[in-house]
């Protein structure tokens, strides 16, 4: 047999054994890209021949160096992979008496561990989507940023009742016109009925109070003659010549 036949098939390194029946779960479609990195990282440290099931550690230094991410991302990946039933802690991670910290330690649950069969408890999902719950330390920090961007912000103070407005039917109410004074031809204006009484509450356009008195009134005094054609365009003729008299 030539030695080109002998090679064929073979692969020409170390590589990471994935199965498919892994992979087609539905566990596996519903966890994100980072997850599944990390998950090939901790494959990549399991030996046959040490049988490390159940001992195998990845620290967050030593994921962000290998995957690219970052140590929080290594971190949350390591938590949603154990909600989805992939791993299995059997370590907590602590810090050691040499002030040296320690990894937690995790279970394939697709392999075997010591003398047991493998569990394989992705197969098991429930269904229920990944969700990390926030610390309430959190929560306290998100809140203080808003209270302190919403301090810095200004706001212009908007009326929530118009009782002084007498033609309140007259105006169309919007808040938006209140809100924002570079836009005067928005504004609500009278369209009939008695003039508003509240100029600053409600417009500066076409609002005007009630006048003490009233207009003047055009008055036209007509001839006492016979409306006959020619002494009503002599009227006319007058008329448009001089102008009318005022009350």
Request: proline share 6%.
């Amino acid at each position: 047999m030539s030695k080109r036949n002998r090679d064929k098939g073979k692969i020409g390194g170390p590589f990471v054994p994935m199965l498919t029946e892994t992979m087609k779960s539905a566990a596996w479609r519903a966890t994100s890209p980072h997850a599944r990195i990390v998950y090939i990282a901790l494959k990549s440290r399991y030996s046959f021949d040490a049988r490390n099931n159940g001992r195998i550690y990845l620290s967050a230094r030593a994921g962000a160096e290998e995957t690219g991410l970052d140590r929080t991302r290594i971190a949350r990946s390591l938590r949603e992979l154990q909600h989805y039933g992939f791993i299995v802690m059997t370590e907590a991670g602590c810090l050691g008496l040499n002030g040296r910290g320690k990894a937690p330690h995790w279970r394939l649950t697709e392999l075997g561990y010591m003398h047991e069969p493998a569990t394989k408890d992705f197969l098991k999902w429930d269904g229920e989507l990944f969700h990390e719950q926030k610390s309430p330390a959190y929560y306290t920090r998100r809140d203080g940023r808003l209270a302190k961007l919403g301090a810095t912000q200004k706001q212009n103070p908007v009326r929530t009742s118009l009782t002084d407005c007498q033609s309140v039917t007259d105006i169309t109410v919007s808040e938006r016109s209140r809100q924002l004074p570079d836009k005067e031809s928005e504004r609500p204006r009278h369209i009939n009925g008695v003039a508003c009484q509240s100029v600053t509450d409600i417009s500066t356009i076409n609002h005007s109070t009630v006048p003490d008195v009233a207009p003047a009134t055009v008055v036209f005094q007509l001839p006492a003659v016979r409306p006959d054609s020619r002494a009503v365009a002599d009227y006319l003729a007058a008329w448009t010549a001089d102008e009318p008299a005022v009350a």
